[in-house]
């Protein structure tokens, strides 16, 4: 785990306060970091192809929204999770991406599978389809001035950031920002890795 605590960069406004929120906060962006891993070299070999529909970014960042949400969800309990982010599930849903899909959920089974790396109780049993789909529908929160909802951009970055990727997390309460988590799965460990662009060095 040492290697993923290196990539993490985590801020919250009352540590007391919201302890329980920022452990779950950061166990989530660290599995979606060893997500991203996994496929890091399809995503780099395949950079060029990032806006189509089945492309490993794409099954990245869908992925990533599934793990986060569920980790949320079966941490904090149902009540206490709202989600903000982008693109509706129906997108994944529609009869022209079950190529994508498939690898989706895919993806997301085997990262559950080592959830316990990260403190996580993993699923009793492989996740179907349509519940994949469910799990990222949670995510359909629109925010709200008031209120408590999280914030979730499941790979931002991409090969105008020299390949470079964060999956950032963050809760907010009555419009401000009380804790936040950034994961950078692709980020140099070594101070001279930082010129070499378009490759991936872990």
Request: glycine share 6%.
């Amino acid at each position: 785990m040492e290697e993923e605590d290196h990539k993490m960069f985590g801020l919250v406004s009352e540590p007391e306060e919201y302890c329980k929120e920022l452990g779950v906060a950061v166990r989530a962006v660290q599995m979606a970091c060893f997500l991203c891993q996994k496929l890091q070299d399809t995503l780099i070999s395949k950079s060029r192809s990032n806006n189509n529909l089945n492309s490993p970014l794409t099954v990245a960042g869908w992925s990533v929204k599934a793990i986060v949400s569920w980790i949320l969800f079966e941490c904090l309990g149902n009540e206490n999770v709202s989600i903000v982010t982008e693109k509706e599930v129906r997108t994944l849903s529609s009869t022209n991406a079950s190529e994508l899909l498939e690898a989706v959920v895919k993806t997301v089974n085997e990262c559950l599978a080592e959830a316990p790396r990260f403190g996580v109780e993993e699923p009793k049993s492989t996740l179907g389809t349509s519940e994949v789909l469910e799990i990222i529908s949670r995510c359909n929160s629109v925010g709200d001035p008031s209120g408590r909802f999280w914030a979730l951009s499941p790979l931002d970055g991409g090969s105008s950031c020299g390949d470079q990727h964060v999956v950032a997390l963050s809760l907010i309460e009555e419009g401000e920002v009380v804790l936040g988590v950034l994961g950078c799965p692709n980020y140099p460990m070594r101070k001279d890795w930082f010129s070499y662009h378009h490759s991936y060095l872990r």
